[in-house]
């Protein structure tokens, strides 16, 4: 897989314009449900049904239920969590076309996501980027945008990756490093873990802590978990 910070920030930043009531003339939107969380999604099936606009069609628990349906069966867009689109995207192209199966728009809504978080998902093919704070207007534009094959992206999202785009990125042996530095690894147990001389760890941390304007590997960590750096998309 191509290094995820390496996606163009004009795919990530769609400028979508406001939801306004202009919008209730439009046709509904048949979208599923596709989150291991029940209380989650409930909430979603709750402020969906507040919108005459859209409805949802399936609700569903995990992956391996929503990949039995036929194509036909599917809605044009799914609400996922990270962990259902990660594994949604290991299906292929060729999979989906010798099932004569449409190609799904996914919308993937989380707590968090951090500026990495959010290029590794559309690294994916993932279409659309919500928070669980976002007001139902926002369900429905990000629904409407990509049922007609567009992007979506929350603007607190767009802004976090506004923000870290003129950084220099990490390299994907210098995120495996950081990684591991998260989880409280010391240096010789990553030189072990990773094959490589602990001189070559050293010199990678020390890059990893410039590039993230950090002193210590504590804080290091801390930066880590909030942009998303030190955790592997939809794991």
Not at 143 to 163: C, D, F, N, P
Request: neutral net charge; hydrophobic residues 45%; proline residues 4%.
């Amino acid at each position: 897989m191509n290094d995820a910070g390496h996606v163009p920030l004009s795919i990530l930043l769609n400028h979508s314009r406001p939801w306004s009531a202009a919008d209730l003339s439009a046709p509904s939107v048949a979208v599923d449900l596709v989150h291991e969380s029940k209380m989650i999604r409930s909430g979603l099936v709750a402020m969906l049904e507040q919108l005459p606009e859209i409805f949802v069609s399936r609700d569903i628990q995990n992956v391996e239920d929503y990949e039995a349906l036929a194509g036909p069966c599917r809605a044009r867009v799914a609400f996922v969590s990270p962990r259902a689109a990660a594994e949604l995207a290991k299906c292929t192209p060729q999979a989906r076309f010798h099932r004569a199966e449409a190609p799904v728009g996914l919308i993937v809504i989380a707590a968090t996501f951090g500026d990495l978080d959010a290029r590794e998902a559309f690294q994916h093919g993932v279409k659309g980027l919500l928070l669980l704070s976002a007001e139902p207007g926002e369900l429905l534009e990000a629904a409407k945008r990509v049922a007609t094959g567009g992007r979506y992206v929350m603007q607190s999202i767009a802004a976090e990756v506004a923000l870290h785009a003129c950084k220099d990125p990490l390299t994907t042996r210098e995120r495996q490093i950081l990684e591991r530095v998260a989880e409280g690894d010391c240096n010789q147990t990553i030189a072990e873990s990773l094959g490589i001389a602990m001189s070559t760890v050293k010199a990678h941390v020390k890059a990893v802590m410039s590039k993230l304007d950090v002193r210590t590997r504590t804080q290091a960590a801390l930066v880590a978990r909030h942009r998303g750096i030190a955790n592997t998309w939809g794991r």
